[in-house]
């Protein structure tokens, strides 16, 4: 039996994609509409225009439209480093010795490290589309900085990346790999916007955070002609581009007759989460199967564990639209010992509202813990692991050990979004034993709630 | 006509090799025999399971059996990370208009990083089977220290590492990744062997060399019960155990009927071109095909181009047998400008006696234009490649842009041993436009000559 499935199967390129999926199509309910900062009603694809590029906005908004052509370009870049192999954890299986089957979709097997490109280079191609000159973007550990800056040297468009000044000193490595694709880095808060020298201001010596580093790629971005803003993550546009993900995956499954009984993602913002799921929530919704699928999230910052379901800024400046979310408070910052990405204080709508209707369930998970089986799985598989995807193989360990006590026989499913090349320093703390863990007190996340923004919806 | 070749040929996992191909056993001309330093007449086996494990051992001297079978528990190791992608650079030659057909055989999915995985995990595998406790090796960039560790950790062998102490020092994240894994990493020359104390002292405050981290992993492994030596190039074991790239390289050109007219590989020990092109020069020893091949080596360290053919030292402490091959001389040192790997002295005999004969020709690169190469190759491929393989990289574009200037369509095929996350020192210099190249001059090269061993054959 164990010999008919393949260590990694690939799809064939023909076998890829030829659309998107927009799971809101397919919710009754649909997440809760974004709503323009000023004006705290929903946000039209005309004001949107403003910071996405028009087909962008069209896809942010649009919640009844199932499937989006991938354009051609965009296939053809894929191409380059998909179709990611989905490969069955047979070492890990047999370390557990566990009965249940383990699977990962790797999206780590690109010099971004990580599933980012996806949506990279679709949002660098409808900006190139429209006749933009160049895009601004923030980056935190700096995965999807360097996503965007090498489909945008693809594309020869221009990219400004706000990195938050911690990662920019610490991760000196990424901001290379940024650079050597021809992006201009600049350390955030910075001298060069309005809201970088009013937080720099504000607080002398910050090392800055990633809510900031959004609100000065907004400002450089409207500020300069021929620019646009683009995210990696939260966006529905960017849970759309990132199906990529899941669609291989339930292909990949299907031709080889595997039903998953378990579907587990780490969960920052939601994109690789939210593109992970889509398809498999597309039939729960359908009513045509049911899974059983989990996020897993930072205990250090717990959005969907412990944060309230409401609407919220995205950044610190307050220039983006307003967004209906698990939040921890667009105030919230975690720890300085949380180690690695997740650190988003609010998540995806579209995750936030199927997790708020049942379709998937939260655990938040310890960083010490994290790392532990990161090694684990690091040894057995031969895949060193990102900090943020190894909470995905935690869940997914302890899922198949709850089968090894009750000897069934599971089909567990999870997202390893990518590698941990850039995070030496911090399995460097955990191969020193000087990891230490955090979880926010009730109180200091009262005080962040208490100052979410008052809307009527 | 395009469409008919993918962007990544992935052969099925049952097209794998099931044993390596030994090309010495069909020369007519054999390699020269190593020597035992103290007697300076050929080794045997015997003499050689003092240091080598004894199946490497016979695998080293073996110069006529043609195949040998590849271990069931190496192939599925191979099956984590293989087989690897042979990619139709089709990006690249749009961008150089080359009406060239060019074709890469990526070796950089992988957590190592590099090819250097392949011999790792034979080597490892040999080790166990004995029933020895562990292995001791050398490392200079640490693509192979970190090979071998992952080997090591998947074994549940221990694992001792002498690494070059510059690169101790300036490539920390490489030194974690071997941790993660489990190896003991110690900065060569250190207090701990004969050897080592002996430099220190000789060189109060060197920062070690790859010769000398040699020795001391020698020293190391002898003085201890139940630990071989292991070492990742320059060997015939390890050209036998990388033949597994050129085997599955050839067999993805026949799928697609492809013949390869250029074939190009970088050369620093031999051990990714001598595997990348061992079938192919079986071929051409039994009069089957032709092919042009191709070693590039770093101007900075020319041993095919600018050394010598004689028998000389393989390591600074003179422990090691000796070996026929072009040198620059055990004492040759390449200047400290030069960044990456390939830096060893010698050249695998094998390769060496090929190149004698001519069945190879050798270019030698200087590293700014290599790294150009690099950077480009990056922005349209997708792949920030190690500046080894970059080698590589500027040759293959060379003999592109000749196809374009003739209008002729050959299948240039080059080997792209690795990726070059944990190179960024040196991609930042050439970011910062702060990279240089050197040349060592005839009167160096004269000094290093004149120190090599005085035998008679």
């Given at each position: 039996m164990k010999q008919e499935i393949p260590y990694k199967i690939y799809l064939e390129e023909q076998e890829m994609p030829k659309q998107w999926y927009n799971v809101r199509a397919d919710m009754t309910k649909k997440p809760a509409p974004i709503l323009n900062p000023e004006t705290l009603k929903p946000v039209t694809v005309q004001e949107l225009s403003h910071i996405f590029c028009e087909e962008l906005a069209r896809q942010e908004l649009d919640d009844t439209t199932a499937y989006f052509d991938i354009p051609e370009e965009i296939r053809n870049f894929y191409r380059m480093y998909r179709p990611s192999p989905l490969v069955r954890a047979y070492c890990l299986e047999e370390k557990l010795n566990t009965p249940a089957h383990i699977y990962y979709k790797f999206e780590g097997n690109n010099t971004s490290g990580s599933h980012k490109l996806n949506s990279a280079i679709a949002q660098a191609y409808y900006a190139k589309k429209q006749g933009l000159k160049g895009v601004t973007t923030e980056t935190g550990a700096g995965q999807w900085g360097t996503a965007l800056s090498m489909a945008c040297a693809y594309l020869e468009l221009d990219c400004q990346v706000y990195m938050v000044k911690c990662s920019y000193e610490q991760k000196p490595f990424r901001r290379e790999v940024m650079r050597t694709y021809g992006a201009h880095v600049t350390p955030s808060p910075s001298m060069d916007t309005e809201v970088g020298r009013r937080i720099n201001a504000q607080f002398p010596g910050t090392s800055g955070s990633l809510g900031c580093a959004i609100s000065e790629a907004v400002e450089s971005a409207v500020s300069q002609d021929g620019y646009r803003y683009v995210l990696g993550s939260v966006l529905s546009q960017v849970l759309l581009h990132q199906s990529v993900i899941g669609l291989e995956t339930k292909t990949a499954l299907d031709k080889y007759g595997i039903k998953a009984d378990i579907i587990i993602g780490c969960a920052g913002g939601g994109s690789n989460l939210g593109g992970l799921i889509s398809p498999f929530v597309g039939q729960m919704l359908k009513g045509e199967a049911d899974y059983q699928i989990i996020a897993v999230e930072p205990a250090s910052c717990p959005s969907l564990t412990r944060g309230v379901y409401a609407y919220d800024y995205c950044?610190?400046?307050?220039v983006c639209p307003l967004s209906k979310m698990y939040t921890l408070g667009s105030s919230f910052i975690p720890a300085a010992s949380h180690a690695g990405g997740l650190r988003y204080h609010g998540m995806s709508s579209t995750v936030s509202e199927l997790y708020d209707q049942g379709f998937l369930t939260a655990r938040n998970v310890e960083q010490t813990e994290v790392f532990k089986a990161a090694q684990m799985f690091a040894k057995v598989e031969g895949i060193l692991p990102a900090p943020e995807s190894s909470h995905a193989i935690k869940v997914a360990i302890d899922e198949a050990m709850k089968c090894k006590e009750t000897g069934e026989v599971k089909n567990i499913v999870f997202g390893l979004t990518g590698t941990g090349y850039f995070d030496m320093v911090a399995y460097q703390r955990f191969n020193d034993g000087q990891m230490s863990d955090y979880i926010p007190t009730d109180e200091e996340l009262k005080k962040s709630f208490d100052a979410l923004p008052k809307t009527d919806l």
């Open positions: 950044d610190t400046g307050k």
